[in-house]
């Protein structure tokens, strides 16, 4: 009987050595800050992927918005924090922005849905030229064409007041290698154009790929474009107030692979996996 005992208590020690070493539970709780974060695909991956991990579940998307909803966190959107800054209305005690990248048809059919059902709101940064067609950017042998947002679904969740856009790009190429007139032109154009259509300010700006947000001279052009705030893929959490010339706002990427106390670690210490 002791010996089965202590043949537990072996094992429990174990299991917590390996929890140790593959999450950040010992890292203080970061104060002050705003997560930010940062989704791409929202359904189940299609066969062929190997994005898998950019593919986030119906299932597990709702149970991370109830663990938001559950432990105080209010959404807001790009809009939102500008007016904060401007100091026309404050933000809520523990903001947070959840944010999706490229555009994909799948925010339109499950993260839009989910979203309102909770009576939260997300921003999507859209790549101009692949709306209403597909993710061209990508090699089909890695990850399969998926459809993008119409104009009419961007339309209607804008009018929604649930989702607010963001720009991110003309074309989603890498402007950390781009000439840097191509740059700027990716930057100005689908600035423009999407204001333009969508008759908003694009107060928000992602770098695809993350690429350019730690290059001085591709931060600068994106600054000088207009946008308000810049987001990084750099993991992490940004404190409040944002140091706007210190760097590029920092997200959390959340996995598809993710478990409840990932999420929960992302949030609270800004990392989940050494
Ligand atoms: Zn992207």
Request: net charge positive; aromatic share 12%.
């Amino acid at each position: 009987m002791i010996g089965a005992l202590a043949a537990v208590g072996a094992v429990g020690a174990a299991a917590a050595a390996g929890a140790s070493a593959r999450w950040n539970w010992w890292r203080p709780v970061v104060t002050g800050g705003m997560p930010t974060l940062m989704y791409h695909k929202i359904g189940d991956y299609p066969p062929g992927s190997n994005l898998a991990k950019l593919w986030v579940t119906d299932a597990d998307f709702r149970r991370q918005l109830a663990w938001l909803k559950a432990n105080g966190y209010e959404s807001i959107t790009f809009a939102d924090w500008r007016d904060a800054e401007k100091g026309l209305k404050p933000l809520p005690a523990k903001p947070v922005l959840i944010t999706f990248d490229d555009g994909y048809m799948n925010n339109y059919e499950l993260a839009y849905p989910a979203l309102r059902e909770f009576g939260m709101k997300g921003c999507v940064f859209l790549v101009y030229e692949a709306m209403d067609a597909h993710n061209a950017w990508h090699d089909p042998a890695g990850e399969p064409w998926l459809k993008m947002l119409t104009w009419a679904q961007i339309d209607e969740m804008q009018r929604s007041g649930v989702i607010e856009f963001g720009s991110h790009t003309m074309k989603h190429r890498n402007l950390a290698t781009l000439p840097l007139d191509q740059v700027r032109w990716e930057l100005t154009e689908s600035k423009k154009r999407l204001e333009d259509k969508l008759g908003r300010e694009m107060v928000g700006f992602a770098y695809p790929y993350g690429s350019g947000a730690y290059k001085p001279d591709v931060r600068a052009a994106a600054l000088e474009a207009g946008y308000r705030f810049d987001f990084s893929i750099k993991q992490g959490i940004s404190r409040l107030p944002w140091d706007r010339k210190a760097e590029a706002v920092r997200r959390l990427l959340i996995r598809g692979d993710d478990t409840m106390l990932d999420f929960r670690l992302n949030l609270t210490r800004g990392r989940a996996r050494l």
